[in-house]
């Protein structure tokens, strides 16, 4: 494709490839010097060396080659992406859903809907990129931009309609989805995560704020304080929520192990909900893609069919049922998560309940005290373990954590062996909760991913030991 065709300039010189890594080699390949902690301007001429014909860039570089300037190289990139995949965004209804917890799931429960109601609809997000029974890695909750509108594409090609995405904050921070209008844009909630980032929660909360503003349609929780000032800013959104005044609202909650029922107001219409995941949060999360629907002009019998048949979403509450005990497997990774999720627990657990956790390395630090009082307010013992340590020291994270553990509780560097011990100190009817990880399929240790999932590793060591 011509470079005129890709962004607004003068050359029409033919562009074959999109590239912010200056090491890769590439075939007339344009060169996005992005800046950062690492500053992409200072590669450029590696770039060309490797193939690069142009650049775009924030300043002039004295390199002999043709140079787009802009004021945001990572804003070019993501408009010059969508131009050079012939902007798929424009042929495809899309759905986005920003908050800290809960995105993964809701997602889920509106592709599960969209199904039902015979239409084709793609996932993008933490699990990675589902679409016509395809399934794409990602190592992003929402992929690069060159990724992304390449994916996009893909997802155009196979005759998919809709596309639910999970819009974290440090896509819309980073511009990463600049240049898609969302038919539907969703907030589920906002707690304390990736200050490592942002520095702050209100910094954190603008740049979902400042994305979710720009939907042609919004749905938030007007249960969540942050929630309640978004409603403020719009005039134009659904509100669902248990608790305050909505457009979209649940009474008569009843939940167990498997899972949870209430009836749903939907603008007005009655639905009988009946969800396979248990806890209030998953009420909040059906709720969430009920409304979503409701915009996307669902029929509320079909909503409620929709949300009838997901049985499982990966790394969500999944149960492992053993001889000994319940086994459950969560990717709750912040304090708020983690309370949600053993506040479910609670709610049917007839045991004790022993709670596996960790935290990421080279994030924020400031949360790991607060997920060591999470755990410890519902656990009756804690293994404190290594989640992704990255460069980070293990032991020196998990010090960190127990801080704020005041129940009975052991650390164990290695997560299989944390999960061995807590499995072993488990009585009949016991529950173990293994957090912080969920469908991931590798531990990041030292920059390196290695190959590793708790589900699989539990499912290898029943079978080993025959519980």
């Known amino acids: 494709m011509e470079l005129n065709k890709i962004l607004n300039c003068e050359y029409s010189i033919e562009i074959d490839e999109l590239s912010i890594d200056s090491r890769a080699k590439t075939n007339n390949g344009l060169y996005f010097c992005l800046s950062g902690n690492v500053d992409g301007h200072n590669y450029a001429k590696q770039a060309v060396d490797n193939g690069a014909v142009a650049l775009v860039c924030e300043r002039r570089l004295d390199l002999p080659v043709p140079q787009i300037i802009v004021s945001d190289s990572r804003a070019a990139m993501s408009m010059a992406a969508a131009a050079y995949y012939g902007n798929p965004q424009r042929e495809l209804i899309m759905v986005g859903i920003t908050g800290t917890n809960g995105k993964t799931t809701t997602s889920f429960i509106v592709q599960s809907i969209l199904k039902r109601y015979n239409k084709k609809a793609a996932v993008i997000g933490t699990n990675g990129v589902f679409y016509s029974d395809k399934y794409i890695s990602s190592q992003l909750t929402t992929p690069d931009p060159i990724e992304l509108f390449g994916i996009l594409r893909q997802i155009v090609d196979s005759g998919v309609q809709y596309v639910i995405m999970e819009v974290s904050a440090h896509a819309a921070a980073l511009s990463k989805i600049k240049g898609i209008t969302f038919d539907v844009a969703a907030f589920t909630n906002l ?14 909360f603008s740049a979902k704020r400042d994305w979710l503003l720009t939907g042609k349609s919004i749905v938030i929780n007007a249960d969540d304080s942050y929630g309640l000032k978004l ?26 192990e498997h899972g949870l029922s209430y009836i749903l107001n939907l603008m007005d219409e009655i639905v009988r909900v009946k969800f396979s995941l248990p806890g209030r949060f998953n009420m909040y999360n059906t709720m ?13 019998s079909i909503i409620q069919e929709g949300i009838k048949r997901v049985k499982k ?4 509450f999944n149960i492992i049922n053993t001889t000994i005990c319940s086994i459950i497997i969560d990717f709750a990774h912040t304090d708020d998560g983690l309370s949600n999720v053993l506040r479910a627990i609670k709610e049917f657990a007839t045991g004790k309940i022993i709670t596996v956790f960790g935290c990421g390395g080279n994030r924020d630090s400031s949360k790991r005290s607060k997920m060591g009082k999470a755990a410890s307010q519902f656990s009756d013992y804690v293994v404190i373990t290594s989640d992704n340590p990255r460069y980070e020291n293990p032991m020196d994270i998990m010090i960190e954590i127990q801080k704020g553990v005041t129940c009975e509780h052991t650390l164990i560097v290695d997560r299989r062996e944390a999960i061995r011990c807590a499995i072993k100190k488990a009585k009949k009817n016991d529950i173990v909760l293994i957090a912080g990880k969920g469908a991931e399929k590798y531990q990041e240790i030292d920059g390196i991913k290695i190959p590793y999932c708790d589900e699989d590793f539990v499912m290898q060591l029943v079978a080993e030991e025959r519980i």
Do not use: W
């Open 288 to 300: 969430c893609a009920a409304a979503i629907c409701y915009l996307l002009k669902v029929p509320s």
């Open 313 to 316: 979403i990966d790394g969500r």
């Open 231 to 256: 409603i403020k800013q719009s005039e134009k959104a659904i509100t669902y929520g248990y608790n305050n005044p909505s457009d979209v609202f649940g009474i008569n909650l009843k939940m167990s």
């Open 191 to 204: 707690t304390q995560d990736h200050l490592d980032f942002f520095g702050d929660m209100e910094s954190y």
